[in-house]
């Protein structure tokens, strides 16, 4: 078995898993899982145009291109799950196709920015002695921790949404927007195109970025253990963002209720 | 009305003085540091920065298969393709010792950069 093939696979797909997971919960109980599909093989065959494009996009804005694609992916992403929380308190959230093209242009966006990184590692083997069988088998067995983990969490939230009315479900998924935008800033930063500075805190000792609890904190509420102060008010300006949106179009359409049929 | 004008005009200055002043400190070129990668290995596997400065990391990837540059207490991750380079912004850092590693072959690509006081 090849430790660094199953450590890179379960890394890329816990990601993905966990955000797959939580759309279904938020669309449970009214939409079917058809759009789960279509979405996966949109992101593979995303990831495949992305690797065959990599070598330009590496060299764009003097070789920043790739921090730039990558984070406009996930600001992209950012933005689609702010009208998805957002239309979950509205009659559209009705509107089967729109919720679901939604959610799976997002798990798409998402399976291309990691899953890049899978194609390239693995073409790597393209050339070596080694064959691709050990890698693949590997690679495999992070998959299915990665989809063990996504099946936990909606096992874990789904009885759960349906008790407090998705409220837990959407409360996660607004960790996981402002994660993206962390992320996003991240990226930025990297590329010399946002200031950057000391971390505020460094919270490595309490918990770990690179352990498993912390991976996970990492993929679900954005978790960054040495964060400097732009990146944790643009993270909690997110939230903020992200909370008000849900609540505008709470009261709004709880105040046109009585007045609506629906 | 001249007056206001005049006022109008100083507060356009002092804001063009403000952007130009970012602008310049933002233009302040960062120091450029070479790492390479041959072999699945990074030389130098040990780098020396001074503190709360930012540098301008180039890694060049010698070898034919991809690299991705990975470090938990740099907070940078990026994919370096088959030889071609990648340029990497990493700082202002506090003096201590911050380890990074390739993450496409991370039995034998490790280094570290050890942050100094000047």
């Keep these: ?163 407090l009315g998705g409220l837990l479900v959407r409360l996660v998924l607004t960790f996981v927007a402002a994660g993206m935008v962390s992320q996003a800033t991240q990226l930025l930063m990297q590329a010399d195109w946002l200031p950057t500075s000391l971390p505020i805190w460094n919270s490595n000792g309490l918990l770990p970025e690179q352990s498993l609890v912390g991976t996970l904190a990492y993929a679900v509420l954005g978790y960054e253990s040495t964060p400097t102060a732009l990146q944790a008010t643009i993270y909690w300006g997110a939230i903020i963002l992200a909370t008000a949106a849900q609540l505008a179009t709470q009261l709004f359409f709880n105040s046109v209720k009585p007045t609506d049929s629906q | 009305m001249i007056h206001s004008r005049q006022q109008h005009s100083l ?54 298969t991809a690299e991705e540059f990975e470090s938990y207490e740099l907070n940078r991750e990026k994919v370096v393709l088959g030889n071609s380079r990648a340029v990497i912004f990493i700082g202002p850092l506090a003096p201590g010792e911050y380890p990074f590693f390739g993450e496409f072959n991370l039995s034998t690509a490790q280094g570290k950069i050890i942050v100094k006081d000047e």
Excluded at chain 1, 40 to 46: E, M
């Design chain 2, 11 to 64: 507060l356009w200055r002092s804001l063009l003085l403000a952007a130009a002043l970012l602008l310049s400190q933002v233009a302040v070129a960062a120091p450029v540091i070479e790492l390479h990668i041959r072999d699945h290995l990074f030389y130098p596997a040990e780098l020396m920065v001074p503190a709360n400065t930012k540098i301008k990391l180039v890694v060049i990837n010698e070898d034919a």
């Design chain 1, 1 to 163: 078995m090849l430790l660094d093939a199953v450590i890179i696979v379960l890394r890329e797909t816990l990601e993905a898993g966990v955000l797959i997971s939580l759309l279904l919960v938020l669309l449970n109980t009214r939409h079917s899982a058809l759009w789960v599909l279509p979405a996966l093989v949109l992101g593979l065959v995303g990831s495949f145009v992305y690797m065959w494009q990599l070598p330009a996009v590496s060299t764009w804005f003097d070789y920043v291109g790739q921090e730039v694609v990558n984070a406009s992916l996930q600001y992209l992403i950012f933005i689609l799950l702010l009208v998805l929380l957002a239309l979950r308190s509205s009659p559209w959230f009705a509107k089967t196709e729109l919720v679901a093209s939604l959610a799976g242009v997002m798990v798409a966006l998402a399976i291309i920015r990691e899953g890049v990184e899978i194609l390239l590692f693995y073409s790597g083997f393209w050339h070596s002695d080694e064959g691709f069988i050990k890698p693949l088998l590997s690679g495999f067995i992070g998959l299915m921790i990665g989809f063990s983990v996504g099946g936990i969490v909606y096992y874990l939230l789904l009885p759960l949404a349906e008790k």
